[in-house]
């Protein structure tokens, strides 16, 4: 059955489309039918361009083993509907209770740990595997969103207090001429919402070009995602909300206190700047409460761009050089196992000619690669399996001799595989450190044996710890085995190379394709972009909070430069005073602006206890970083005051200038 996006680009949405026949991974299959437009499959963001019958799984999707019969398999959803009248919780037991079978009845492949777990479905946002880190990241993000909506929203009210401020004589004037003071509070508020709206269209507008660029972005991904990220009513009417909210919100409390004006008294003040001192001390608190989150969200940032620059120093343990990297299968139906080990044989010695490559290799399963890892219970004479369980899990990977030098992963002792070890041959193993010094601490692990069930293993060698799951995890024992005794239709190769690497994977490509038309070729990619795949959600955390910090720190600066230069601006007389009576330019500049850097250094300190609290928070985010890192600590505030200078020394400079005969003169 085809999906109904790949019928509509393939098929031209042709109804002739049904009955046609489709060569898949080989294999001839007859189109049935074409999934309606509203089914995307089962989990979001993944959307299927062919359906077929889970009895196919063998075909599609070629295995060393029979998931229709393999009992260890743990990479299968089961999706169910409640019958009428049965609760979650009895469905949820029906789970424990088939997990504690398969360990009664499997118990070599179902270990003590082992369980199924029953989700609502309203409650998966994308995968329930992966929304373990998707909710948190969500989470980390909004708030980092509203932590730059409060400094912009209080910009937005510290200019309303201004505005207010300089037209405190107006609606005294309205006042007394007969206003009612809830019409002058309507009015105030529409300017604030209109000003708010115009932000928030704007803002909208930039967030879907920047939607755009990240749906077209080419991102190191492992397999496509496919996400609607069109804005829908639900957005919208939230953008509206939250525009029409932040406008009402930030714009009442100075619509109220410009509304609440003495009206003798400001009448007959002919001073410039009547507002009165709590003013300016809402104003100050708003200037405040910018520094500080500023430097909260400046702190993250460094710390998420440090922890990103300590997993970029992280040493993979293998993919040194530039190299070309394919994952295909074999189709099973025009090969056996003998041709097969006889085409992958073929295969690296005519990539090992290509121009350029210096190394090929075989692998089943690539170090990093999160869709495929696979492991192998053993035992180990005299070390114990954990609690409750009779063996130890290990992950491994079948490989060819040619892996250790096309990926660089060395090999520390012993010696590598070599074509005696063959199938018929005594079983052997290649062990990491981690491995060697798990179960053979202070000995040598060479010539040691580990068993899988009926088969004994002999250590040949000892390589080099890689990283198997993720650049940030401890080492982890693992296990080579050589290809010849450990038979896989669907592999990894990998080609070093001393020329480019894109065009080495072109080369390597054709030639596979020349060999077999009909190989399944499921992914090509440079080494590069490979271990990119594990870096991408830190690389995207940093550069969005980093540019989030950017922005607060440029819209704290504009707030406290727009108030400290308001503040300057109402002081007009007392500076033309001051200059008339021969005072030192250069110490009414330093007056003025020491009161900006007062806000600035209480701001400081509220920031700094937030965002040391934040940093413990976000600790099992961060990788290599000391959630009190004393370089951030010290560099952002250094920062914070040397942009809050130049935000109060310049409008404070240019009020030096002044003309005190102008200045007197002023009302």
Same mark, same amino acid.
């Given at each position: 059955m085809l999906g109904y996006a790949y019928w509509e680009n393939r098929y031209a949405r042709d109804p002739g489309a049904v009955g046609q026949d489709i060569r898949l991974n080989g294999r001839s299959y007859t189109i049935v039918g074409v999934a309606p437009r509203e089914y995307t499959g089962n989990l979001r963001g993944l959307m299927p361009g062919v359906y077929a019958t889970m009895m196919m799984v063998g075909q599609l999707n070629p295995s060393d083993f029979d998931e229709l019969k393999s009992r260890g398999s743990q990479s299968s959803f089961l999706k169910g509907r409640l019958a009428p009248g049965a609760t979650f919780a009895e469905a949820d037991a029906w789970g424990d209770r088939q997990a504690a079978l398969?360990?009664?009845?499997?118990?070599? #492949?179902?270990? /003590?740990? #082992?369980?199924?777990? !029953?989700?609502?479905?309203?409650?998966?946002?994308?995968?329930?595997? *992966?929304?373990?880190?998707?909710?948190?990241?969500?989470?980390?993000? !909004?708030?980092?969103? $509203?932590?730059?909506?409060?400094?912009?929203?209080?910009?937005?009210? &510290?200019?309303?207090?201004?505005?207010?401020?300089?037209?405190?004589?107006?609606?005294?004037?309205?006042?007394?001429?007969?206003?009612?003071?809830?019409?002058?509070?309507? #009015?105030? +508020?529409?300017?604030?919402?209109?000003?708010? $709206?115009?932000?928030?269209?704007?803002g909208f507008g930039v967030s879907a070009l920047l939607l755009k660029l990240l749906v077209t972005a080419d991102l190191p991904l492992p397999f496509p995602i496919a996400l609607d990220l069109a804005a829908d009513r639900t957005v919208l009417g939230f953008s509206l909300a939250l525009t029409l909210g932040a406008g009402m919100f930030f714009g009442l409390v100075p619509a109220l206190q410009a509304s609440n004006a003495d009206v003798a008294p400001t009448l007959k003040d002919e001073g410039t700047g009547g507002g009165k001192p709590r003013r300016v001390t809402l104003r100050s608190a708003l200037v405040v409460t910018q520094v500080a989150v500023s430097l909260v969200l400046l702190v993250g940032s460094g710390l998420f761009l440090r922890s990103l620059q300590a997993r970029l120093d992280v040493d993979p343990g293998f993919g040194y050089e530039p190299a070309a990297v394919m994952t295909f299968a074999i189709p099973k139906d025009k090969y056996n196992e003998e041709e097969t080990q006889v085409f992958m044989r073929a295969l690296q010695e005519e990539a090992a000619q290509l121009p350029g490559i210096t190394a090929v290799g075989l692998t089943a399963d690539l170090h990093l690669s999160s869709l495929n890892n696979m492991s192998m219970h053993i035992v180990v004479d005299g070390v114990e399996p954990p609690p409750g369980a009779e063996f130890h899990n290990v992950e491994w990977a079948g490989v060819t001799p040619g892996f250790f030098g096309a990926t660089g992963v060395q090999i520390l002792q012993g010696r590598n595989f070599d074509h005696s070890d063959a199938n018929d041959a005594p079983r052997v193993a290649i062990v990491s450190e981690a491995m060697a010094a798990r179960f053979w601490p202070g000995k040598s692990a060479i010539g040691r044996t580990l068993r899988q069930q009926d088969t004994d293993y002999t250590v040949v060698g000892i390589a080099r710890d890689a990283k198997v799951r993720s650049l940030g995890e401890s080492p982890r024992p693992f296990i080579y085995r050589n290809y010849e005794q450990a038979f896989s239709s669907a592999m990894t190769l990998v080609a070093a190379t001393t020329g480019d690497d894109q065009q080495a994977v072109l080369d390597v490509l054709t030639l596979a394709r020349q060999k077999e038309p009909e190989l399944?070729?499921?992914?090509?990619?440079? !080494?590069?972009?490979?271990?990119?795949?594990?870096?991408?959600?830190?690389?995207? &955390?940093?550069? *969005? *909070? &980093?540019?989030?910090?950017?922005?607060? +720190?440029?819209?704290?600066?504009?707030?406290?430069?727009?108030?400290? &230069?308001?503040? /300057?601006?109402?002081?007009?007389?007392?500076?033309?005073?001051?200059?008339?009576?021969?005072?030192?330019?250069?110490?009414?500049?330093?007056?003025?602006?020491?009161?900006? +850097?007062?806000? /600035?250094?209480?701001?400081?300190?509220?920031?700094?206890?937030?965002?040391?609290?934040?940093?413990?928070?976000?600790?099992?985010?961060?990788?290599?970083?000391?959630?009190?890192?004393?370089?951030l600590f010290v560099a952002v505030p250094v920062l914070m005051a040397a942009v809050a200078f130049l935000a109060a020394w310049i409008p404070a400079r240019r009020a030096s200038f002044v003309n005190p005969v102008r200045a007197l003169k002023a009302d």
């Open positions: 398969f360990k009664e009845q499997f118990p070599n #492949q179902w270990t /003590v740990d #082992q369980e199924i777990t !029953m989700v609502r479905t309203a409650d998966v946002i994308m995968n329930p595997m *992966i929304d373990r880190f998707i909710v948190p990241a969500a989470g980390l993000m !909004m708030g980092v969103v $509203g932590l730059v909506l409060l400094i912009a929203c209080a910009n937005l009210a &510290s200019f309303l207090l201004a505005q207010a401020a300089d037209r405190w004589k107006e609606i005294a004037v309205r006042l007394a001429l007969g206003a009612r003071r809830g019409r002058i509070i309507q #009015q105030l +508020l529409t300017e604030s919402v209109l000003l708010a $709206g115009v932000g928030g269209l704007a399944l070729v499921m992914e090509t990619k440079t !080494m590069d972009r490979h271990l990119a795949v594990s870096l991408l959600p830190h690389r995207l &955390s940093a550069v *969005i *909070i &980093s540019a989030f910090g950017v922005i607060a +720190l440029l819209l704290a600066s504009i707030g406290l430069y727009g108030v400290v &230069s308001y503040a /300057v601006s109402t002081r007009s007389r007392e500076v033309g005073i001051r200059l008339a009576l021969g005072a030192d330019p250069k110490k009414v500049v330093s007056m003025l602006t020491r009161g900006g +850097l007062r806000l /600035v250094a209480v701001g400081t300190v509220l920031g700094l206890f937030a965002a040391f609290a934040l940093a413990r928070l976000l600790g099992s985010l961060l990788y290599g970083v000391p959630a009190g890192d004393p370089v």
